[in-house]
């Protein structure tokens, strides 16, 4: 019986690899069922789950409110194009720029979208209100980043792999090291138009700059004229304790970028948000998705919103996530370099003599929890924001054994 039900699992993974590109490398367990914080494979067994489909479940699975505001629109209207208007667009578009404080906001679907449409933005603001010729504008990034997949994102990007024969790159961008406020200081120059960053790099290993970074390079963007543009994709709704990670050292950026938990986890559901001296270079017909600003992606969006707001998740993440992070560093482990991270974005760093972090999620799923390394040394606990703590108690007996290498095939 057991032994049927196993198969099973293996012909999807089987099925998977025989028909699908092989650009991921997941961890072999198949899901089909998920609620809350938890999700269950086929066989049945059941999962915490500690990646919330990086930060794209902050809500966690299939919240209530979330399923009600989609299933409901689902029975009314689901894509208009931007053709025509629809009744959702506008008042998620109120909502997302009431909650954030800009004056405008312009829907996307993927981040991938969100951070091109940020690009484009900033360089039609540097050419017509900053006055640098079109197609001098040059904007910095930093080391580490990820920002998604398109040419125009993995030409700034510094992994080799997101890079490797996908060229031509687009011109445009000058990469300065994370954290670093002098280099970034000497990298700004009269045709620097913006400052593409992440407050917290997620895919980079939840590194975490130095206090006062991004405070500072804030600073200097607004004396020198360059739009300060946040990639809070992952960052941001909550995840490390406050609405936004640029909240941390009350910098307000002047292009914010959302996506993942903006889709509450069922529908894809990114934007650029901005004032207007930014967002009024678009004209009708430079820009655009036949996607972008649905009723559906806009219904869920607005409920995905309010639950985060509502429900005070950044709060509740901002005491359990400090919690959680004391206890993880609590653990004695030869394995364990240290823990790094904000709210409930923590990151496990492995030392390189123990092996790849990989090893220590193959051993966590194992024993019931789903989380993913990044960055090769690094275990991602990142939960969804609903957690309750005594479900944190309870995964911590099975993580405090596996950091100290039960269980872990060690090399
Ligand atoms: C995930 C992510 C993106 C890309 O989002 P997609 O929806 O995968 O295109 C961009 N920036 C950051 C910081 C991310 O974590």
């Given at each position: 019986m057991t032994e049927s039900v196993e198969v099973d699992a293996r012909a999807f993974i089987d099925e998977?690899?025989?028909?699908?590109?092989?650009?991921?490398?997941?961890?072999?367990?198949?899901?089909?069922?998920?609620?809350g914080v938890w999700v269950w494979d086929v066989r049945g067994k059941r999962?915490?789950?500690?990646?919330?489909?990086?930060?794209?479940?902050?809500?966690?699975?299939r919240h209530p409110r979330v399923i009600g505001a989609a299933r409901e629109q689902l029975e009314r209207l689901t894509l208009t194009s931007r053709a025509f208007h629809n009744d959702q667009m506008g008042p998620f578009l109120a909502e997302l720029c009431q909650a954030t404080g800009f004056e405008k906001a312009l829907p996307m679907n993927t981040g991938a979208e969100a951070v091109?449409?940020?690009?484009?933005?900033?360089?039609?603001?540097?050419?017509?209100?900053?006055?640098?010729?079109?197609?001098?504008?040059?904007?910095?990034?930093?080391?580490?980043?990820?920002?998604?997949r398109t040419i125009t994102i993995i030409s700034?990007?510094?992994?080799?792999?997101?890079?490797?024969?996908?060229?031509?790159?687009?011109?445009?961008?000058?990469?300065?090291?994370?954290?670093?406020?002098?280099?970034?200081?000497?990298?700004?120059?009269?045709?620097?138009?913006?400052?593409?960053?992440?407050?917290?790099?997620?895919?980079?290993?939840?590194?975490?700059?130095?206090?006062?970074?991004?405070?500072?390079?804030?600073?200097?963007?607004?004396?020198?004229?360059?739009?300060?543009?946040?990639?809070?994709?992952?960052?941001?709704?909550?995840?490390?304790?406050?609405?936004?990670?640029?909240?941390?050292?009350?910098?307000?950026?002047?292009?914010?970028?959302?996506?993942?938990?903006?889709?509450?986890?069922?529908y894809p559901v990114s934007a650029a948000i901005a004032d207007s001296e930014y967002m009024?270079?678009?004209?009708?017909?430079?820009?655009?998705?036949?996607?972008?600003?649905?009723?559906?992606?806009?219904?869920?969006?607005?409920?995905?919103?309010?639950?985060?707001?509502?429900?005070?998740?950044?709060?509740?993440?901002?005491?359990?996530?400090?919690?959680?992070?004391?206890?993880?560093?609590?653990?004695a482990s030869p394995h364990v370099d240290h823990v790094r991270g904000k709210g409930l974005m923590i990151g496990v760093v492995i030392r390189e003599s123990s092996g790849p972090a990989r090893l220590f999620c193959e051993a966590l799923m194992r024993r019931g929890i789903l989380a993913k390394e990044t960055h090769r040394?690094?275990?991602?606990?990142?939960?969804?924001l609903i957690i309750e703590r005594e479900t944190l108690e309870n995964a911590l007996e099975e993580i405090a054994p596996v950091l100290a290498g039960e269980g872990v095939a060690l090399p």
């Open positions: 998977a690899n025989r028909w699908g590109a092989h650009n991921y490398e997941p961890l072999p367990v198949v899901l089909d069922r998920g609620e999962y915490l789950d500690m990646l919330s489909a990086y930060s794209a479940l902050n809500q966690g699975h091109e449409t940020a690009i484009k933005m900033v360089r039609k603001w540097g050419s017509e209100v900053k006055g640098v010729p079109d197609g001098l504008g040059e904007i910095i990034v930093c080391g580490g980043n990820f920002a998604g700034f990007s510094s992994e080799k792999g997101y890079r490797r024969g996908f060229g031509p790159f687009t011109p445009g961008f000058r990469t300065v090291p994370y954290g670093d406020i002098d280099a970034f200081r000497a990298a700004v120059h009269e045709n620097t138009i913006g400052f593409l960053i992440e407050p917290i790099q997620g895919e980079g290993g939840v590194v975490v700059p130095p206090e006062g970074y991004l405070a500072a390079t804030r600073e200097i963007c607004r004396r020198e004229g360059v739009a300060f543009m946040a990639d809070e994709i992952q960052t941001g709704l909550g995840r490390t304790g406050r609405l936004f990670c640029c909240d941390w050292e009350g910098v307000r950026p002047d292009v914010l970028i959302v996506g993942k938990a903006l889709g509450g986890g069922v009024d270079v678009f004209q009708p017909g430079d820009h655009g998705s036949t996607f972008g600003g649905n009723p559906l992606g806009a219904a869920v969006a607005r409920a995905a919103l309010g639950v985060i707001l509502d429900e005070q998740l950044p709060q509740r993440t901002d005491e359990i996530g400090a919690w959680f992070m004391e206890e993880l560093r609590g653990i040394q690094v275990v991602r606990f990142a939960p969804p």
